[in-house]
């Protein structure tokens, strides 16, 4: 079983939806977890950062972690075009600095 | 801002040359990352370091190595280049905030990367 699974897509939705990105994972000790937003030929960009289970919000941006189900979402409300892009979750343990991501969903989002 | 800046956005390099991807970061953080991205494999660690002259494999290190003389500066070396190694290199850094005792790893930050393709 991988560390942490995430579909790759695409995922496509009219522009205005809400798009749900998920991952689970099987690593128990994952405490920081992370959301990334990379756009073609740049690099991730850091979206959302949580400890532990709940919700946190940033505008249109909602991240979800429940860590009795190793299962951790991200909701974008209204989405728009130019949130065209891969999404990458990333989670850590307490004390480390390493991450360990999931592989990416594309997420296209048509005018 | 964290500003992480890599030296190349494309580099075109022959098998068995030496090759040396620059990365440097403004914001006095502990913490660099070395990873490469590939299609269908994600973003996978090379070596990471945690202090000047201080370096720790990742999960691919082979055929690679790091230099750190200064803080701000984080170096990666494919001493002989190979075909296998042609990726998007991808550099990160992150801040360890030591106060309230504990100590505490920030999230990383990364650069935009280098295209590398070794012919």
């Known amino acids: 079983q991988k560390e942490v699974e995430q579909d790759p897509g695409p995922l496509s939705v009219p522009e205005g939806a809400i798009v749900s990105l998920n991952c689970t994972y099987s690593n128990s000790a994952f405490q920081y977890f992370m959301w990334y937003r990379q756009y073609s030929r740049k690099g991730p960009e850091l979206l959302m950062y949580?400890?532990?289970?709940g919700n946190k919000e940033d505008g249109r941006f909602t991240a979800q972690v429940d860590k009795s189900s190793k299962y951790i979402s991200l909701f974008i409300r209204d989405s728009q075009p130019s949130d065209s892009a891969t999404y990458l979750c990333?989670?850590?343990?307490?004390?480390?600095?390493?991450?360990?991501f999931g592989k990416g969903t594309m997420l296209l989002v048509s005018p | 801002d964290v500003k992480v800046t890599q030296s190349s956005r494309y580099l075109v390099k022959r098998t068995g040359e030496k090759v040396f991807l620059e990365c440097v970061q403004d914001m006095d953080h502990e913490n660099m990352f070395w990873y490469r991205q590939d299609p269908g494999l994600g973003l996978r660690l090379i070596y990471f370091?945690?202090?000047?002259?201080?370096?720790e494999k990742g999960d691919i290190p082979e055929g690679y190595s790091v230099s750190r003389e200064k803080k701000e500066r984080f170096s990666l070396i494919l001493e002989s280049a190979s075909t296998n190694q042609t990726s998007m290199y991808l550099c990160?850094?992150?801040?360890?905030?030591?106060?309230?005792?504990?100590?505490?790893?920030?999230?990383?930050?990364f650069g935009d990367g280098t295209r590398l393709s070794i012919l």
């Open positions: 990160a850094s992150s801040f360890f905030d030591s106060s309230g005792g504990r100590g505490h790893n920030q999230p990383q930050h």
């Open positions: 949580t400890y532990s289970s």
């Open positions: 370091s945690y202090d000047v002259k201080m370096k």
């Open positions: 990333a989670m850590r343990q307490s004390g480390y600095s390493t991450l360990t």
